[in-house]
């Protein structure tokens, strides 16, 4: 059996590469480029067609932008890690919303990572710092909070990754608990 053939993309634009997402609907891939505080966007050709976002912490902006995910429309989140929210973008870059701002109340986000969209388009992230997952309405509407630091089922400590597949389940990468979390919602 051969191997996957390879190639590499990006090494003459990319600075820090931290998370990555391909949409289905538009065929492109992005990039968060933590260092150029910048999302790159490359064809399946891996030709770079479109890059967007300056530093700074206005609306399309980023401070150190980790984790990316597509969604339905399709429709961009991006994990904008230290300005403590995440951004909501349009697949051009355009701006659609901000979820979260720095705080300590439900809904705040302190070092957002990992983020993903569900099947019903709501939009989940990892805080890093707050040890917990909290699930967002596609138009940034808290609908549930868990997590706390530790040990146990539904405890974290530095989760980092986020999966969710088609049958719902979120798929949590545990980093210092060395372990991958999987939860299912249940309907009511």
Not at 26 to 51: E, K, M, P, W
Not at 74 to 82: C, I
Not at 101 to 107: F, L, S
Request: a negative charge; proline letters at 6%; charged letters at 15%.
């Amino acid at each position: 059996m051969e191997g996957p053939a390879s190639r590499w993309i990006g090494n003459d634009v990319l600075e820090h590469p931290a998370g990555i997402a391909f949409c289905p609907e538009n065929g492109l891939c992005y990039v968060s480029d933590s260092a150029a505080h910048a999302i790159v966007a490359f064809d399946t050709q891996g030709t770079c067609v479109l890059r967007f976002g300056t530093r700074g912490s206005g609306p399309g902006q980023f401070n150190g932008p980790s984790h990316i995910a597509c969604g339905p429309g399709p429709t961009l989140a991006v994990a904008d890690s230290l300005n403590f929210r995440l951004q909501r973008l349009g697949p051009d870059g355009a701006f659609v919303g901000q979820i979260g701002r720095k705080g300590d109340a439900a809904g705040d986000l302190s070092l957002p990572k990992g983020v993903a969209f569900d099947p019903q388009g709501n939009i989940w992230v990892v805080d890093a710092h707050f040890e917990n997952l909290q699930a967002f309405s596609p138009d940034g509407l808290l609908l549930l909070s868990f997590g706390q630091e530790g040990q146990g089922v539904g405890e974290f400590s530095l989760p980092a990754g986020l999966a969710i597949d088609a049958q719902g389940r979120i798929w949590v990468a545990d980093t210092y608990n060395r372990r991958v979390q999987v939860f299912e919602i249940l309907a009511s």
